[in-house]
């Protein structure tokens, strides 16, 4: 069976400072996977997906995730942090069995602290 | 762009009643789910829908749930008889086809006391 752990429900780090939002998925098949983000009182918005083309994925707002296969995880990074990217971030995989439904981690809550 | 949309935004029933949930997909839009979070838990799938009828539904899908997309714009989640631990915040999401991602609107919170 599919699943998601993201380490850290909570992480903070400076503005300017480097990001990174872990996530380390199981999954018997090749899988896609997907990063969002959720903003105060708004809905989940597509950051970036993989899905088994280029292992280094590019997506707004500056984030970019790879996907290591031989350590089973799609960790999202941004160089630099900016106030604006204090939100909740899920890491999310793909079951297609039968339909395309997503398993999610817990989530992360990014703070960006001055 | 156009956007999922979810109303109400907040919903307060009384543990009992009948609780309707609505959802506009995306207008070419063809598979809609509904998913849902548990305060401090993780997003959890409930079911999915296409050409009219449940393609699939977790466990957490029984009896009490019913979906239904009454004309060609809305999507429903109903609740017939509402539990304390159906408190939720509620999302519908849409995908143009099987394999595309899926676009989420807000989210709809149910509190049942």
């Known amino acids: 069976a599919q699943s998601v752990t993201q380490l850290g429900s909570h992480v903070s780090v400076s503005e300017g400072a480097l990001v990174l939002l872990r996530c380390n998925y199981s999954?018997?098949?090749?899988?896609?996977l997907f990063w969002y983000v959720q903003y105060p009182n708004q809905g989940l918005q597509l950051l970036l997906k993989?899905?088994?083309?280029?292992?280094l994925v590019k997506g707004i707002n500056g984030f970019e995730a790879e996907f290591k296969k031989s350590e089973t995880s799609f960790h999202l990074t941004k160089p630099s942090a900016h106030m604006s990217d204090a939100a909740e971030y899920f890491c999310?995989?793909?079951?297609?069995?039968?339909?395309?439904?997503?398993?999610f981690g817990t989530g992360t809550r990014l703070k960006v602290l001055a | 762009e156009p956007e999922v949309t979810q109303t109400p935004s907040h919903q307060v029933t009384q543990m009992g009643q009948e609780v309707i949930l609505r959802c506009v997909p995306i207008?070419?839009?063809?598979?809609f789910y509904w998913y849902r979070q548990i305060l401090g838990q993780k997003v959890e799938f409930l079911v999915s829908f296409y050409n009219n009828e449940i393609s699939e539904k977790s466990e957490i899908f029984d009896d009490q749930f019913s979906v239904e997309r009454p004309d060609g714009s809305n999507f429903t989640l109903k609740i017939r008889s509402t539990k304390l631990e159906d408190s939720a915040m509620y999302f519908c999401?849409?995908?143009?086809?099987?394999?595309?991602?899926?676009?989420f609107g807000p989210g709809t919170r149910l509190t049942v006391t």
């Open positions: 993989y899905t088994s083309a280029a292992t």
């Open positions: 207008s070419n839009h063809l598979y």
């Open positions: 999954s018997s098949v090749p899988p896609y």
């Open positions: 999310a995989v793909s079951v297609t069995s039968g339909t395309y439904k997503y398993i």
């Open positions: 999401a849409s995908s143009t086809d099987l394999y595309y991602e899926q676009y």
